[in-house]
Nanobody, 125 residues
Framework: VQLVESGGGLVQPRGSLRLSCAGS????????IGWFRQAPGKEREGVAC??????????SYEDSVKGRFTVSRDNAKDTIYQQMNNLNVEGTAVYYC?????????????????WGQGSQDTVAS
């Protein structure tokens, strides 16, 4: 079982990035998926999550990203996306997607058991 993030990179302040999370050996539709980030010298924090299809794909966001980040699910591609708009320098971090064992609306890392390798996103002018 493996998750793979893609789509990260370097972007200027107020720019946008779209991250993708795809699974191998796992059907993401049955799992809540969370997006997390870890900035240099800081702990890993949850930024967004989306429940499973059975959970009606409900989304939750950390306060600092509300209105700027959007999580969505494409069942045909079995892929989760995180659209990140109006990025600021505090958005520089390694971003991870992770799958929960079942369904959850929590953004606590302990609730998630399968993690991607991470994608470095840098916001700089």
């Amino acid at each position: 079982v493996q998750l793979v993030e893609s789509g990260g990179g370097l972007v200027q302040p107020r720019g946008s990035l779209r991250l993708s999370c795809a699974g191998s050996g796992i059907s993401l539709g049955y799992h809540a998926i969370g997006w997390f980030r870890q900035a240099p010298g800081k702990e890993r924090e949850g930024v967004a999550c989306i429940t499973s299809n059975l959970g009606y794909n409900a989304t939750s966001y950390e306060d600092s990203v509300k209105g700027r980040f959007t999580v969505s699910r494409d069942n045909a591609k079995d892929t989760i996306y995180q659209q990140m708009n109006n990025l600021n320098v505090e958005g520089t971090a390694v971003y991870y997607c992770a799958a929960a064992h079942g369904d959850t609306e929590s953004m606590e890392p302990e609730e998630y058991s399968c993690w991607g390798q991470g994608s470095q996103d840098t916001v700089a002018s």
